[in-house]
Structure formats: C-alpha cells, structure tokens
C-alpha cells in the first residue's frame, strides 16, 4: 500500500530532529508520501527545504491563522513567491480560529481571504483550518469570487451537516486521528457522510495520535495506518479500496507525482 498523509508538521519538534528515522517507520508502516504544511513564513521556508531533500515528501505554503498577526503586505506578498517554490502543492493552513483568537479575528479574515487570491492567482488547491469558526470561514470562501483549484478542510472535527456544506460546494474533507477518539461520535458521522472520492486522511503530526496508540507522543506518519484502518471499518470498505481511493483523491487533490497507488 501507499498512503499519503496529506498533513503532517514535519518541521515541528520533536520530529524534525529524527526526519530519517520518521520517514522510514512511515514507509515501513505503508505511509509513503507526506505534504508537511508551513504554519509561518519561516517554518514555510523550512518545510521546503525539507522537501526539496526527501523523494515524494511535499509541502504547502502559508501563514496559520494563529500568527495572521503578522500577515502584513510584505509578508503575504513573499508567501507569494515561496508558493512558486518547486514541490510547493498547496497554500495553507490558513483559515480562522475563533476558540484560541490568538491573532485578532479581523486580522484573520484579512489574511485568509488573501491566501485565497494567493491560490488562485498559483493555480493551488487550498488547505483550511476552521474552528469554532464554521460559517465565517464558510462565508469568505463563497464570497471569494470562485477560481480555486481545490479546498479541503483538514482536521475535520465539524458536523454531518456541516460536512454536507463542504461536499454541496465540492470541497475535500480530511480526517485525523480525532476520529478514533471515543468521544467523537459527531466527527464519525461527518466521516460516515463523505463519499470516498472525497475523503483524505492526515496526521496533523506530531498532534493527536489515534487510537489505539493515542498515548504514544509525538503523533507520526506511521501511526496514521491505524487512521485508515478505523476509517475502513467505518466507511464498510477493505483497507486496500480505502488506501486506493484515499491516495489516488490525494495524488488528483494536491497533483503530486510520483507516488505510488500501490507498494
């Protein structure tokens, strides 16, 4: 099998000290493909020399609605420009988060509606954090005038009904390993709602192991096997039509090449 973690943090501490041995328990665990997503200027800068160094790894460029803050013109205009970098496959995370606020939320608006131009005007599909801010984010996508490549929400946690919005405009919903968790029967029934030419998977790494290693710190690729396993089961499917179908939305979604549909 070959699965693509659509979102990992590969930047982050404590596996940015260990990428070789990450990497290669990910690929022995059948995640062979990883998009590590900038959060910052500076940790989009190291996301793509990562990249630039690891055969079908690839990232995505953006300013994480907790640092809008400091989405000033020059720094938007030079994500810009790092969004041309080669193996960069997408804009983002960006979005709103309305539970930490820890940028004001007018300044994430402004910064958010701004990564979308970004993607339009690169021809890159979007990445978008939401949280506890579903119809504002909802809001400046339909208002964005359209021309996008593609938007998935990651770390998906919202509603069935929520999730039927997403799907009624076409957007990719991804989940973590949140959908594991015990309590989180709402997140199980937006899954059981999203066909699989629509669903993604991710680790949100080093954040949110899944069941059952949920105790097991840091989060990595290779612990997202238990992901789609538990989706399998949820979904009615075998692993193997999962892993297809998954990797093959992932491979058209973020049009990344290279990457095996099987191994």
């Known amino acids: 099998m070959g699965l693509v973690d659509t979102h990992c943090h590969l930047t982050f501490e404590p596996l940015a000290a260990d990428v070789p041995g990450v990497i290669e328990r990910s690929r022995a665990a059948g995640v062979t493909s990883w998009i590590t997503v900038g959060t910052t200027l500076e940790d989009s800068r190291r996301a793509i020399e990562l990249a630039a160094g690891h055969e079908q790894m690839y990232t995505a460029a953006g300013i994480h609605p907790h640092e809008a803050k400091d989405g000033n013109a020059a720094a938007l205009k030079e994500l810009g420009e790092l969004a041309r970098q080669n193996k960069v496959v997408a804009i983002g995370e960006t979005g709103l988060d309305f539970h930490y606020n820890f940028s004001q939320q007018p300044d994430q608006r402004g910064v958010f509606a701004a990564h979308l131009n970004i993607a339009r005007n690169t021809g890159l599909p979007v990445i978008v954090h939401s949280r506890n801010a579903f119809d504002e984010t909802l809001d400046i ?89 538990f989706l399998a089961d949820l979904k009615g499917v075998d692993l193997d039509t999962l892993v297809e179908t998954t990797t093959h939305n992932a491979v058209t979604f973020f049009g990344v090449a290279g990457v095996r549909l099987t191994a």
Do not use: W
């Open 141 to 229: 996508l339909d208002r964005s005038g359209g021309g996008l490549r593609g938007v998935v929400f990651h770390c998906f946690s919202g509603s069935a009904d929520q999730a039927r919005q997403l799907l009624d405009r076409g957007y990719y919903l991804s989940f973590t390993g949140v959908v594991t968790f015990k309590n989180a029967e709402t997140t199980r029934a937006a899954a059981q709602a999203v066909p699989l030419d629509r669903l993604m998977i991710e680790t949100d790494a080093p954040y949110m192991s899944p069941e059952p290693v949920r105790k097991q710190k840091p989060n990595e690729p290779a612990l997202m096997i238990h992901t789609a396993r």
